[in-house]
């Protein structure tokens, strides 16, 4: 038995909003579009994988959803120009990585991430 993949979904009354959120933040784009429930894609391939945490790392809380990038500075600063609340400020922290915590309308805690170089290389090789 293999899984094939995991799918988050986000509950909202307002699909609109929220697909505009993540299309706009993450440069997301539409696979699939029933009115009532839309999948949005970035077109990469990624591992399939679920966090258990008890925390969510530097005494933060565990996030909804953690969001590889691979220009965290970029994403952040695009936060900022929107006018996005962040909830926790960009930070390199020391499991190398560089991350920064918002809300998606919904109130889904997201930890939006890149690994630091020397992390990258110690995680390929």
């Known amino acids: 038995m293999a ?16 697909r505009r959120f993540y299309e706009t933040l993450f440069d997301l784009h539409p ?3 029933h009115g009532w429930l839309v999948t949005l894609a970035s077109g990469e391939q ?18 909804d959803l953690s969001i590889e990038v691979d220009d965290v500075d970029d994403v952040y600063q695009r936060a900022k120009r929107l006018g996005l609340e962040i909830v926790y400020e960009l930070t390199d922290e020391p499991w190398g ?11 889904k805690l997201l ?12 995680l390929s090789g």
């Not at 990585?97 to 109130?107: A, I, N, W």
């Not at 930890?111 to 110690?122: D, F």
Request: positive net charge; without cysteine.
């Open 46 to 63: 990624a591992l399939t994988q679920i966090g258990i945490a008890a925390e969510g790392g530097s005494g933060t809380p565990v996030p």
């Open 97 to 107: 990585v560089r991350r920064f915590y918002l809300t998606d309308p919904t109130g």
């Open 31 to 33: 696979v699939m579009d």
């Open 3 to 18: 899984v094939r993949r995991i799918v988050s979904n986000i509950g909202t009354s307002s699909i609109a909003e929220v």
């Open 111 to 122: 930890n939006v991430l890149s690994h630091r170089p020397a992390a990258r290389q110690a």
